[in-house]
């Protein structure tokens, strides 16, 4: 009975494997619009702490948006020794024209310190559009001038977009790449097929301050860990539809140890399958690794016919096939012009890993987040450990 319930388990994961390569092939990344004849003022609210070698150009790239409104820019640091403010002060001596300035976010509003710099940073904000983004995202010039085309359309409440991740450099980051540039956007765009996105992906977000004063602004979440889903989320159940841009900015890290990796997955984890228990729990049946080892491996422990193992050899052979095909499309569709060094053949052994990180995220409700440890309560909030 096991091999044959292992057996409907592998071919279910295979069905949502090829149910997730068909949205992504559909979704139309990397295709521009005409930019808006008279596109809304932003302000850019930039929270950063410490900085590495891709930071400089990582910031730049934003100073230097091919964008016909005003922009206002604001780098936010919660310490003025952070090394990062020398760069930043550099960096606005080399675009005198920009409107930008280093804010000094001394306060300390709640466990998120990151979002505890936003609400800072938009008491100072000017235009009615306003865009949040990570440290390490690098974007192309006319980013802006595609981003906010669709908030154009009055039900449209957030914009937000697809991400990779851009520098692996050692084998541990090289599989969390893989994670991120072939599995998590097919898995957000699979999602779309079944309902309205309800949450946001948080390397680049713009919403209108209409939108922001509806659901109590910053200071809302300002002690949840997810502030991306909790942005997004919360604009959502507004009644506003969440957009996402076809154009994909780039994640530019400094280098990881394999130990950072695995805080940093299991963090998200356990972000996940707290935010969204539910599709969390039932996520472990698109495993199209683990699901075709077990039926094997169970069909070989029952085996008294060598020639009853031929369907679960061929089987798992078909699944792991995919897989790495599948994955290495992905994973050259989401780079686009730009070649993704990751090797596809770490999605099976991604999966076998990610296996065991599903399960402790169960497990417990702790995270490490930039050095402190939390517990996570059941609604998102932090609480320092």
């Known amino acids: 009975m096991l091999p044959g319930i292992l057996a409907a388990l592998a071919a279910l994961s295979l069905v949502i494997g090829l149910w997730q390569f068909i949205a992504a092939l559909r979704f139309p990344l990397h295709r521009r619009h005409t930019p808006l004849v008279a596109p809304p003022a ?19 790239s934003w100073l230097a948006q091919d964008y ?14 952070d090394p990062v403010c020398d760069l930043v002060r550099e960096l606005l001596t080399r675009f005198p024209r920009a409107d930008a300035q280093l804010v000094i976010c001394g306060e300390r509003l709640g466990a998120n310190a990151k979002v505890s710099s936003l609400v800072q940073l938009e008491r100072l904000a000017r235009h009615p559009v306003l865009v949040v983004s990570d440290a390490d995202v690098r974007v192309p010039a006319d980013f802006l001038a595609q981003a906010v085309r ?62 922001l004063n509806e659901i109590g602004c910053f200071t809302a979440f300002v002690n949840h860990l997810a502030d991306d889903y909790q942005l997004g989320n919360r604009i959502a159940r507004r009644g506003h539809h969440l957009a996402i841009c076809p154009v994909v900015v780039e994640c530019w890290s400094g280098p990881m140890t394999a130990s950072e990796v695995w805080s940093h997955q299991l963090r998200w984890a356990r972000t996940i399958r707290i935010c969204q228990p539910l599709p969390y729990f039932f996520s472990i049946l698109s495993n199209a690794t683990l699901w075709p080892l077990l039926w094997l491996f169970a069909s070989a422990a ?17 699944c792991v096939t995919f897989r790495i095909a599948s994955a290495r499309i992905l994973l050259a569709r989401l780079a686009g012009a730009t070649r993704d060094t990751s090797p596809a053949w770490l999605a099976p052994v991604k999966d076998l890993v ?20 939390y517990r996570v309560e059941a609604d998102g909030r932090l609480v320092p450990a």
Request: charged fraction near 10%; glycine fraction near 6%.
């Open 42 to 60: 932003v302000t850019l609210l930039k929270p950063l702490k410490g900085c590495d070698a891709e930071t400089a150009a990582c910031l730049t």
């Open 68 to 81: 016909p409104a005003p922009v206002q820019i604001l780098f936010g640091v919660a310490s003025p020794s």
């Open 150 to 211: 669709p908030l154009a359309e009055p039900t449209v409440g957030l914009v937000n977009c697809f991400y990779r991740l851009a520098n692996p450099t050692n084998l541990a980051m090289h599989w969390e790449a893989v994670a991120v540039n072939a599995d998590f956007w097919s898995q957000v765009t699979q999602s779309l097929t079944l309902q309205p996105m309800n949450f946001a992906l948080g390397a680049v977000m713009l919403t209108r301050r209409e939108q």
């Open 302 to 318: 029952a085996a008294t016919n060598p020639a009853a193992l031929a369907p679960p050899v061929i089987g798992t052979a078909l």
């Open 354 to 373: 990610q296996a065991v990180i599903w399960a402790l995220a169960f497990l417990g409700n702790h995270v490490v987040w930039r050095g402190i440890r």
